[in-house]
Every structure is written in structure tokens, then in C-alpha cells.
């Protein structure tokens, strides 16, 4: 039975899965919650399922992985075995412990940016639609700014200056794609800011965070839902960017992006060991792309009620 | 060729699509047109009047499709006829009216190119011939420098006028059969008059058969023959024009009568002191002046009508009053002291006591919020109603406003209809106990019927609750039915002002004899009779 094969099943035994979940959901729950399973689709079903799966391999890494995540555990280069089912990478460290620590460490990592990057680019992007004039003019001033410049070479030269933490590097890539976050939310809400509602809510005597909460993120949301599956997806590109010159995910942690570059040499000989932690992040990046579909269209109001 | 007949349609049935399920809209309605005749089609919004308008021209809207009954056109079955014979004859011998000729028209290109296109591709003349021919028509429509109004672009021309260029257009051809769907209703009583007269005389001098669809009936009975009442996809019933105003046969015929009847009982009592006052107000957008020393007084549970054409200052003259635009010049007192210019310089209390009704309440009211919220909102602000307390406030103004609490608190704007929004807007500003509530047009969107409700209810509430409006309208029916006070606007001046009785009762200033004289009567002489009392004047 050929790689490919194994594969195939898996996500087939994946989407089954998801399915008698989903059934089982529309049987037991009631209410609200029902409703919700109810118009689920299958696609939305395997991405839960498959994000689920992620959070608590990643959750309970030390409990899951068979050996320590940096320790030398054999030889190099080890082919499949019994004691090691993926192999060993070009220092001999456990391949199957060190992806499970990759899926805390990266996915953890993206997931802190981009809940960030959202968090800070659509509260001040709403903000600038709302109020208009000088504020307005400076924020878009200032992120036109900072989007001229290479988004690369942008997060090299802030790492640079601010050293090569976790910390750091969630808070440059965040407030890189901040940007364009920033954008996207102020000309959706420069289109909900002229609704009578607004005004009606003005008139109110309403405060700037009660109408960005309350009147503007909720007509807002459909698009930005939308751009953070997408962001997601890119933040995993800009970390393995980053570790691949080195100021990314220091190496002895386990990263998905740097193990694919550590181990690219076995392609060569046929091997698609390298390939695995480029297939997880392809996974997630689906799964997290189903759910997100799934909610836009709850959104955008074609499925109410 | 069918003697006399032009447009045969039998038992024409047509299905809507929402979602993903089919509904028939359209449900067997039948329709004969001779030549050179007239048709009113009227209803209210979702009879089904432009579908059956559409299907006469053999074509469905996206979303819709006919799926039974006969459409002949002079002896052709429109059915059965392919696509390219349909848009043959489509804009050659049937042509379109829009309601929006502002949208209609391709704001990139000069009228007189837009008109040209469909006599030059359809073959009848070429484009020297159809720009003589153009010139002409515009002096048919009595556009004014007929020479040279082809010239301009969409945005250079007023509604009416666009409205009269787009009648020209659809003449171009000379066609048989012209669909007008509502040409006037977005126009202002002053303009409806002009393109009325317009394409009622343009259709007979060609001898133009035409569907005049509308939901003015006092519109209707001015241009056509015969009359055809459409309710929720069926006929009710169709009568000559003069036979259907003197004896209407169905209920729902004489309801469509009944709104125009509605009227508030007089008020004897004399008003007391003042609520809101304004005085000397001007108001500037930017550098361009709106409001000029605008005064008038509001008086405590009564009604003040303002009326006006659109860009007359009613809409800006709320503004003022509610904060949002600062006058340059004057004040606004609010029970005897004055009112901080600005939205943000108020108190709390000072926003309470005045409250707004909006005109599209598809757009007032947060669609992602769900009533409880909406309505509960002001309460919570202002009253400081918190939890149960909330709760049964939210449920004794759903059934203030004649909604059943059970069924709606939980309900999202999407999922009511347009009048049962306009009711929750009212609501949403009873919920702040105000003194004063300023309703723009909040009836102008809605069906007569659906209006007639919105305005019973507003009264009701005047009187048990004993508030103030400030009814912005240009509807002078409206008026008649509910203002104790009246407010003429023009061109940011106010140019009446007084007791209703007294500005309905002549000696009228000449722009208010104006507006007046131009709203449209059930009676099919009342165009013809005021055109020729006009021109008599001179």
C-alpha cells in the first residue's frame, strides 16, 4: 500500500468521521445549537473536526509524542521503523514527536498573530471609519506608510532591532498584517458608518466603542471572517519565511516551516518524510478555509434563521 | 392580425424563486389592449404589477420565470417566438419606461446618443435622422432648448426632465406598445404634474397603446382608459376608468379609496406655550447655504406638518433641531432655553426628549440586531432599565405598536415586513419617553394601505401619550390627514406658515397654491381642468 493511498483513506476516515459527528449532533442537541448543526455542511464538519484534532495534539504534545521534542534519540536519517514511525531527521531527533511539538509551537504561534493582527487592524480600522477627519487621516496615513514598505524586509529589520523571541516575532508579523487589516476594515465600515442606523445611534448619544461594538463590527464581520482564514494562511508563510533566514522559530524548537527545509535533502532519494509537516500546514489551511466559508455564508445572511 | 386587439395575454402564471424553492407571484391573470389604448395597472408593492408589465414584453426578471398562459402580440405568441425575434420587437415596437430614469439612463453617454442607439440598430432611420427626430420629440415632451438638452449628460438634466427625455426615447422607434412602470411615483408632486401631462399627450398624438402601471390611483385615473387592480398576483377587478372612481366593485378597491379618507378629528384647544422654537436659523453644508432664517414654533401634543419640495430644507431644518448639523446663524429652544448647537455639547435628557423616525427603516434599523436590542437599547440608556425590568418594557411597546411580543421580540429586521419595520423605528423612539418625535417621511416607502396603518398608529400614540411630531413630508395628503400646524419650506426659506385650516383655505401664497393645486385628485378631468385653469393664468 503506497503513500498516496494511506492518505486518501485517512481524510475519507476523516470526512466519515465528521459525518456521524454531525449526525449525531442533529440528534442530540436541541435549540439554538441544533440549529447551528443543522445547516452545517459536511466541509464545515471535517474542518471543526480537523481543527479539534490540531488543538489538542497541540495542547497535549508532552503526553502525545513518544520522545522529547530537541533530544538526539538515534541515528541520522532513519527510515520508517517500529521505534520511530516517521523516521529520525539530519541529527537523529524523533520525526513524529518533533510535528507534534511543530503543531503547538507553529500553529499556536499563527493563531496568536493573526487573533492579534485582527484584533488591533479592525478595532482601529472601525475607529477611523467611524470618526473620520485628522484621525483618520493619520491612521491610513501611517499604515500607507508602513504598507510601502516590504512586508519582509519590514519584519527583518524590526526582529533585527528587537531581537528574535516568541513574543516579538508574534508582535511584528501581527503588526505587519495589521495593515492590511486595517484596510479592508475601514472601507467595509466606511460603507456602514452612512446607515441611518448609525446616525439613528449618534442621535442616541452613544459612545465611539458602543457603536463600533454593537452597530458597526456586527454588519462588518462577513469580510473580515473572510480575511482571517486567508491571513491565517499567510502568517504560516511569513514564519517559515522568517525561520528559513533565521529569525523565525529558533532551531532546536519544532516548526513546520524549518523542518521541511532541515529534512528537504531526502527528497531526493524518494522520501516523503519532508513533505509531512508541509502537509499539515496544507490540512489546516483547508480546514480552517471550511469553516470559515461555512460562517461567511451565516453571515452574509443567506441562511438566517 | 387580430382586428383591433394588440396585446392578448391569457391566464399568464409566473413563478419567483427565494431560495431554492419556486412560488407563483403571478397567478392567472388575464389582459386585453387595443390599439391606442391606455392601461392602469395598480396595486400595491408585491401585486405582481411590473412582472405582468415585464411579461408583456415577453421578458422575466432574473429569479423569475413564466410558466403558463399565452402572450400575444399582434398576432405573435411571444412564447413561442425565440429570443432574438423577442428583442427584435423589444424598444421597436414594445418599448420600456422605468420608474428611475436617474438609474436607467448610462450616465457615460449624452442623452441624444443614448436615444439614437435604438432606432440606428434596429434599422428604422439613421443616426442623422434619429437626432432630427430626437430634437423633435424633446419639443413633443416640452423639454426645455429641445436643441440642445441631447447634448448634455444624464447628470445635467433634473429628474423630470429626465424622466420626460426617457418617454422621448422609448418613442423613438414609434412602437406599438410603451410599459410605463411608475414614471412619476419619484418625482415631486410639482414635476409628477409636468410628466404627466407630458406623456399623456405624447401617447395620444401617436396614438400609442401603453400600460401605466402605478399605486396611485388619483395618478392613473389621469392618463388611462381602463383599470386593472392587482392584488398578490390576481386580478380583483377591471373597469373603464370613469366606472371604477364612481362605483368601485370590490372591498379591496374601495379600501385603495379609503386611505385618501382618513382624517384626524380637529383640534378646538388652543395650543399652549411653545415645545420647540426656532428661531432665525440659517444652516451651511460646507460653504453651500441650505437653511435661511428659518423660525416657526412647535406646540406641545401637536402635529407640524413641513412640507416642501425635495431640496426645500425640511430634512435639514430636523437636522438642526436633533444636532447633528450646527446652525451658522439663530437658536433653537427647547421649552424655553435654548438648545447646545451641537450633538455632543447635550445632555442626555436634552437627546431624549427628541427622538427620529426615519424614512427607510430598511436602513434605520441595525439588521445583525435583534428587536430586544433595538427597541431595548434607548430604555437601557436613558431610563436605566436593566434585565426584567428591560424585558417588559420591550413588551409593552411591541404591543403599544400592535405587534405580538411572543412572536417578534426575537425576531431580526429581515424577517419583518417594510411596514412592520417602520413600526419598530416608532418604538425605538417611544422607548426613550420623548416629548418630541420627528417622523422624515416615514411614510413615503410604504404602500397607501401599509400608511394608512403607520399613520393611525402615530395618532393614537399622540393622543394617549400626548407627544409632539414634527412631520417632514411631501405628501400633501398626508398632511391633510394628520397636521394640526402646517410649515411651507422652499429652497431653504419658509414661505408659509400657519394653522392647517388657514393654509389649506384660500387667499394661498402662490408657491403653497403651487403645491396644492398639483396634488393629483380622483377625478379623470383634474389634469386637463388644472392645465387649462393654468395656462388660462398665463
Same mark, same amino acid.
Given at each position: 500500500?503506497?503513500?498516496?493511498?494511506?492518505?486518501?483513506?485517512?481524510?475519507?476516515?476523516l470526512?466519515a468521521l465528521a459525518w456521524v459527528i454531525r449526525a449525531g449532533g442533529r440528534?442530540v442537541?436541541?435549540?439554538?445549537?441544533?440549529?447551528?448543526v443543522?445547516?452545517m455542511?459536511l466541509?464545515?464538519a471535517f474542518?471543526l473536526l480537523?481543527?479539534l484534532?490540531?488543538?489538542?495534539?497541540?495542547?497535549?504534545?508532552?503526553?502525545?509524542?513518544?520522545?522529547?521534542?530537541?533530544?538526539?534519540?538515534?541515528?541520522?536519517?532513519?527510515?520508517?521503523?517500529?521505534?520511530?514511525?516517521?523516521? *529520525?531527521?539530519?541529527?537523529?531527533?524523533?520525526?513524529?514527536?518533533?510535528?507534534?511539538?511543530?503543531?503547538?509551537?507553529?500553529?499556536?504561534?499563527?493563531?496568536?498573530?493573526?487573533?492579534?493582527?485582527?484584533?488591533? !487592524?479592525?478595532?482601529?480600522?472601525?475607529?477611523?471609519?467611524?470618526?473620520?477627519?485628522?484621525?483618520?487621516?493619520?491612521?491610513?496615513?501611517?499604515?500607507?506608510?508602513?504598507?510601502?514598505?516590504?512586508?519582509?524586509?519590514?519584519?527583518?529589520?524590526?526582529?533585527?532591532?528587537?531581537?528574535?523571541?516568541?513574543?516579538?516575532?508574534?508582535?511584528?508579523?501581527?503588526?505587519?498584517?495589521?495593515?492590511?487589516?486595517?484596510?479592508?476594515?475601514?472601507?467595509?465600515?466606511?460603507?456602514?458608518?452612512?446607515?441611518?442606523?448609525?446616525?439613528?445611534?449618534?442621535?442616541?448619544?452613544?459612545?465611539?466603542?458602543?457603536?463600533?461594538?454593537?452597530?458597526?463590527?456586527?454588519?462588518?464581520?462577513?469580510?473580515?471572517?473572510?480575511?482571517?482564514?486567508?491571513?491565517?494562511?499567510?502568517?504560516?508563510?511569513?514564519?517559515?519565511?522568517?525561520?528559513?533566514?533565521?529569525?523565525?522559530?529558533?532551531?532546536? *524548537?519544532?516548526?513546520?516551516?524549518?523542518?521541511?527545509?532541515?529534512?528537504? *535533502?531526502?527528497?531526493?532519494?524518494?522520501?516523503?518524510?519532508?513533505?509531512?509537516?508541509?502537509?499539515?500546514?496544507?490540512?489546516?489551511?483547508?480546514?480552517?478555509?471550511?469553516?470559515?466559508?461555512?460562517?461567511?455564508?451565516?453571515?452574509? !445572511?443567506?441562511?438566517? !434563521? | 392580425?387580430?382586428? %383591433?386587439?394588440?396585446?392578448?395575454?391569457?391566464?399568464?402564471?409566473?413563478?419567483? +424563486?427565494?431560495? %431554492?424553492? $419556486?412560488?407563483?407571484?403571478?397567478?392567472?391573470?388575464?389582459?386585453?389592449?387595443?390599439?391606442?389604448?391606455?392601461?392602469?395597472?395598480?396595486?400595491?408593492?408585491?401585486?405582481?404589477?411590473?412582472?405582468?408589465?415585464?411579461?408583456?414584453?415577453?421578458?422575466?426578471?432574473?429569479?423569475?420565470?413564466?410558466?403558463?398562459?399565452?402572450? =400575444? #402580440?399582434?398576432?405573435?405568441?411571444?412564447? &413561442?417566438?425565440? =429570443?432574438?425575434?423577442?428583442?427584435?420587437?423589444?424598444?421597436?415596437?414594445? @418599448?420600456?419606461?422605468?420608474?428611475?430614469?436617474?438609474?436607467?439612463?448610462?450616465?457615460?453617454?449624452?442623452?441624444?446618443?443614448?436615444?439614437?442607439?435604438?432606432?440606428?440598430?434596429?434599422?428604422?432611420?439613421?443616426?442623422?435622422?434619429?437626432?432630427?427626430?430626437?430634437?423633435?420629440?424633446?419639443? +413633443?415632451?416640452?423639454?426645455?432648448?429641445?436643441?440642445?438638452?441631447?447634448?448634455?449628460?444624464?447628470?445635467?438634466?433634473?429628474?423630470?426632465?429626465?424622466?420626460?427625455?426617457?418617454?422621448?426615447?422609448?418613442? @423613438?422607434?414609434?412602437?406599438?406598445?410603451?410599459?410605463?412602470?411608475?414614471?412619476?411615483?419619484?418625482?415631486?408632486?410639482?414635476?409628477?404634474?409636468?410628466?404627466?401631462?407630458?406623456?399623456? %399627450?405624447?401617447?395620444?398624438? #401617436?396614438?400609442?397603446?401603453?400600460?401605466?402601471?402605478?399605486?396611485?390611483?388619483?395618478?392613473?385615473?389621469?392618463?388611462?382608459?381602463?383599470?386593472?387592480?392587482?392584488?398578490?398576483?390576481?386580478?380583483?377587478?377591471?373597469?373603464?376608468?370613469?366606472?371604477?372612481?364612481?362605483?368601485?366593485?370590490?372591498?379591496?378597491?374601495?379600501?385603495? $379609496?379609503?386611505?385618501?379618507? #382618513?382624517?384626524?378629528?380637529?383640534?378646538?384647544?388652543?395650543?399652549?406655550?411653545?415645545?420647540?422654537?426656532?428661531?432665525?436659523?440659517?444652516?451651511?453644508?460646507?460653504?453651500?447655504?441650505?437653511?435661511?432664517?428659518?423660525? #416657526?414654533?412647535?406646540?406641545?401634543?401637536?402635529?407640524?406638518?413641513?412640507?416642501?419640495?425635495?431640496?426645500?430644507?425640511?430634512?435639514?431644518?430636523?437636522?438642526?433641531?436633533?444636532?447633528?448639523?450646527?446652525?451658522?446663524?439663530?437658536?433653537?429652544?427647547?421649552?424655553?432655553?435654548?438648545?447646545?448647537?451641537?450633538?455632543?455639547? +447635550?445632555?442626555?435628557?436634552?437627546?431624549?426628549?427628541? /427622538?427620529?423616525?426615519?424614512?427607510?427603516?430598511?436602513?434605520?434599523?441595525?439588521?445583525?440586531?435583534?428587536?430586544?436590542?433595538?427597541?431595548?437599547?434607548?430604555?437601557?440608556?436613558?431610563?436605566?432599565?436593566?434585565?426584567?425590568?428591560?424585558?417588559?418594557?420591550? &413588551?409593552?411597546?411591541?404591543?403599544?405598536?400592535?405587534?405580538?411580543?411572543?412572536?417578534?421580540?426575537?425576531?431580526?429586521?429581515?424577517?419583518?415586513?417594510?411596514?412592520?419595520? /417602520? &413600526?419598530?423605528?416608532?418604538?425605538?423612539?417611544?422607548?426613550? =419617553?420623548?416629548?418630541?418625535?420627528?417622523?422624515?417621511?416615514?411614510?413615503?416607502?410604504?404602500?397607501?394601505?401599509?400608511?394608512?396603518?403607520?399613520?393611525?398608529?402615530?395618532?393614537?400614540?399622540?393622543?394617549?401619550?400626548?407627544?409632539?411630531?414634527?412631520?417632514?413630508?411631501?405628501?400633501?395628503?398626508?398632511?391633510?390627514?394628520?397636521? %394640526?400646524?402646517?410649515?411651507?419650506?422652499?429652497?431653504? &426659506?419658509?414661505?408659509?406658515?400657519?394653522?392647517?385650516?388657514?393654509?389649506?383655505?384660500?387667499?394661498?401664497?402662490?408657491?403653497?397654491?403651487?403645491?396644492?393645486?398639483?396634488?393629483?385628485?380622483?377625478?379623470?378631468? $383634474?389634469?386637463?381642468?388644472?392645465?387649462?385653469?393654468?395656462?388660462? /393664468?398665463?
Amino acid at each position: 500500500m503506497g503513500f498516496a493511498a494511506t492518505v486518501t483513506l485517512g481524510l475519507a476516515g476523516l470526512f466519515a468521521l465528521a459525518w456521524v459527528i454531525r449526525a449525531g449532533g442533529r440528534a442530540v442537541l436541541t435549540g439554538q445549537s441544533r440549529s447551528l448543526v443543522n445547516d452545517m455542511p459536511l466541509t464545515a464538519a471535517f474542518g471543526l473536526l480537523v481543527i479539534l484534532i490540531y488543538a489538542i495534539v497541540a495542547i497535549a504534545a508532552p503526553v502525545l509524542a513518544p520522545f522529547p521534542e530537541r533530544e538526539i534519540v538515534g541515528s541520522q536519517f532513519q527510515a520508517w521503523n517500529a521505534e520511530h514511525p516517521l523516521g *529520525t531527521d539530519r541529527i537523529g531527533r524523533d520525526m513524529l514527536s518533533r510535528l507534534i511539538y511543530g503543531a503547538r509551537n507553529t500553529v499556536g504561534i499563527a493563531f496568536a498573530t493573526t487573533a492579534l493582527a485582527f484584533v488591533v !487592524g479592525s478595532i482601529l480600522g472601525l475607529w477611523a471609519a467611524l470618526t473620520g477627519g485628522w484621525l483618520d487621516q493619520l491612521l491610513s496615513r501611517f499604515v500607507d506608510a508602513l504598507m510601502a514598505i516590504p512586508a519582509l524586509i519590514f519584519s527583518l529589520l524590526l526582529l533585527t532591532i528587537f531581537g528574535t523571541s516568541v513574543l516579538s516575532l508574534i508582535l511584528v508579523i501581527a503588526a505587519v498584517d495589521a495593515t492590511r487589516v486595517f484596510r479592508l476594515a475601514r472601507s467595509v465600515a466606511q460603507g456602514i458608518v452612512v446607515m441611518d442606523y448609525i446616525e439613528a445611534a449618534k442621535l442616541r448619544g452613544e459612545g465611539a466603542w458602543f457603536l463600533i461594538r454593537r452597530e458597526i463590527l456586527p454588519n462588518a464581520m462577513a469580510p473580515l471572517v473572510a480575511e482571517f482564514g486567508l491571513r491565517f494562511c499567510f502568517v504560516f508563510l511569513s514564519i517559515s519565511s522568517l525561520s528559513f533566514l533565521g529569525l523565525g522559530i529558533k532551531p532546536p *524548537t519544532a516548526d513546520w516551516g524549518s523542518m521541511v527545509r532541515d529534512n528537504a *535533502t531526502l527528497i531526493t532519494f524518494g522520501d516523503v518524510t519532508p513533505l509531512l509537516p508541509a502537509g499539515c500546514i496544507a490540512l489546516l489551511t483547508v480546514a480552517v478555509n471550511f469553516v470559515v466559508d461555512w460562517q461567511l455564508h451565516r453571515a452574509s !445572511g443567506l441562511k438566517e !434563521g | 392580425m387580430s382586428g %383591433d386587439i394588440l396585446l392578448k395575454i391569457e391566464d399568464l402564471r409566473i413563478e419567483g +424563486r427565494s431560495g %431554492d424553492t $419556486w412560488s407563483e407571484i403571478v397567478k392567472g391573470v388575464d389582459l386585453t389592449l387595443h390599439r391606442g389604448e391606455v392601461l392602469g395597472l395598480i396595486g400595491e408593492s408585491g401585486a405582481g404589477k411590473s412582472t405582468v408589465g415585464l411579461a408583456a414584453m415577453g421578458y422575466a426578471r432574473d429569479g423569475c420565470r413564466i410558466t403558463g398562459g399565452t402572450i =400575444e #402580440f399582434d398576432g405573435i405568441d411571444l412564447r &413561442r417566438t425565440s =429570443e432574438a425575434q423577442r428583442r427584435g420587437l423589444r424598444g421597436k415596437r414594445i @418599448a420600456y419606461v422605468a420608474q428611475s430614469a436617474a438609474a436607467s439612463f448610462n450616465p457615460a453617454h449624452r442623452l441624444i446618443d443614448q436615444y439614437a442607439e435604438g432606432p440606428v440598430t434596429h434599422g428604422v432611420m439613421g443616426r442623422d435622422k434619429a437626432e432630427e427626430d430626437a430634437i423633435e420629440l424633446y419639443r +413633443r415632451m416640452q423639454l426645455p432648448d429641445p436643441e440642445g438638452i441631447g447634448f448634455r449628460y444624464p447628470h445635467q438634466v433634473s429628474g423630470g426632465q429626465l424622466q420626460r427625455a426617457m418617454t422621448a426615447m422609448a418613442m @423613438a422607434c414609434r412602437p406599438d406598445l410603451i410599459i410605463f412602470d411608475e414614471p412619476t411615483t419619484a418625482l415631486d408632486v410639482t414635476t409628477q404634474i409636468e410628466v404627466l401631462a407630458a406623456i399623456r %399627450d405624447i401617447v395620444r398624438q #401617436f396614438d400609442t397603446a401603453a400600460i401605466y402601471i402605478t399605486h396611485d390611483l388619483a395618478v392613473v385615473a389621469q392618463a388611462a382608459d381602463r383599470i386593472k387592480v392587482l392584488l398578490r398576483g390576481e386580478e380583483v377587478e377591471e373597469a373603464e376608468t370613469r366606472a371604477m372612481l364612481a362605483a368601485p366593485r370590490e372591498d379591496y378597491t374601495k379600501s385603495l $379609496w379609503a386611505v385618501r379618507s #382618513f382624517a384626524r378629528p380637529e383640534r378646538t384647544d388652543s395650543p399652549g406655550a411653545a415645545l420647540v422654537s426656532v428661531q432665525g436659523v440659517s444652516a451651511a453644508y460646507g460653504k453651500v447655504p441650505v437653511l435661511e432664517d428659518v423660525s #416657526f414654533d412647535l406646540h406641545p401634543g401637536r402635529t407640524m406638518a413641513v412640507v416642501g419640495e425635495s431640496g426645500s430644507g425640511k430634512s435639514t431644518t430636523a437636522r438642526v433641531i436633533t444636532g447633528l448639523l450646527p446652525p451658522s446663524a439663530g437658536t433653537v429652544l427647547f421649552e424655553g432655553s435654548p438648545l447646545p448647537p451641537a450633538l455632543k455639547s +447635550r445632555t442626555r435628557d436634552q437627546l431624549r426628549q427628541v /427622538q427620529m423616525i426615519y424614512q427607510m427603516a430598511d436602513t434605520a434599523l441595525n439588521p445583525k440586531l435583534r428587536l430586544r436590542e433595538l427597541i431595548g437599547r434607548p430604555a437601557q440608556m436613558y431610563l436605566g432599565l436593566r434585565g426584567r425590568a428591560l424585558e417588559a418594557r420591550v &413588551r409593552d411597546l411591541l404591543a403599544l405598536i400592535e405587534l405580538e411580543p411572543d412572536t417578534y421580540i426575537d425576531r431580526l429586521p429581515g424577517e419583518l415586513s417594510g411596514g412592520q419595520k /417602520q &413600526r419598530i423605528g416608532i418604538a425605538r423612539a417611544l422607548a426613550a =419617553e420623548p416629548k418630541l418625535i420627528i417622523c422624515d417621511e416615514v411614510t413615503s416607502a410604504l404602500d397607501q394601505i401599509v400608511q394608512e396603518g403607520i399613520l393611525k398608529l402615530l395618532t393614537r400614540l399622540q393622543d394617549e401619550l400626548g407627544l409632539s411630531y414634527m412631520f417632514i413630508t411631501h405628501d400633501i395628503a398626508t398632511v391633510r390627514a394628520i397636521a %394640526d400646524d402646517v410649515v411651507v419650506m422652499q429652497k431653504g &426659506r419658509v414661505v408659509d406658515k400657519g394653522p392647517k385650516a388657514q393654509i389649506f383655505a384660500p387667499p394661498h401664497e402662490p408657491y403653497t397654491e403651487l403645491l396644492l393645486s398639483s396634488v393629483p385628485e380622483m377625478d379623470p378631468d $383634474w389634469l386637463t381642468g388644472l392645465l387649462e385653469r393654468r395656462a388660462a /393664468q398665463g
